[in-house]
């Protein structure tokens, strides 16, 4: 179920690394780190590993020792050979990376302080 919300949240990053570098007139898809593929996003993906730990794995795991994340938030999925967040999960991992996005800290650039999703 960790598995679960860990991907669900990569998910939800890459859409964001997508939009970011596509509102600064960025191709998304001309990554450097990861290899030019067809349809993926390599330059998203990119951007993405330096907020993984920070964002997608901090939530997951905060919320797994807390217990507030538990078993009950996934699910089996036979037809599709694995184990799915249910709304409620869904539910509380958005709520829990929306405030990890939203929290204001210190940049490498000196006098800058901006949101997480302000930095991406």
Do not use: W
Not at 45 to 70: G, N, Q
Not at 97 to 111: H, K, N, S
């Amino acid at each position: 179920m960790l598995n679960a919300a860990l991907s669900f949240l990569y998910t939800i990053l890459l859409g964001e690394c997508v939009t970011a570098l596509r509102a600064t007139g960025l191709d998304p898809d001309m990554g450097v780190l990861h290899a030019d593929h067809d349809t993926r996003p390599s330059l998203a993906l990119d951007l993405m590993e330096e907020f993984r730990p920070l964002v997608v794995d901090h939530v997951v795991v905060t919320a797994a020792r807390k217990h507030v994340l538990t078993a009950s938030h996934g699910r089996e999925v036979a037809d599709k050979g694995g184990i799915f967040l249910t709304a409620a999960g869904r539910e509380l991992m958005l709520d829990a990376y929306e405030r990890r996005m939203l929290t204001c800290v210190a940049g490498a650039l000196d006098d800058f302080r901006s949101t997480r999703r302000g930095h991406l």
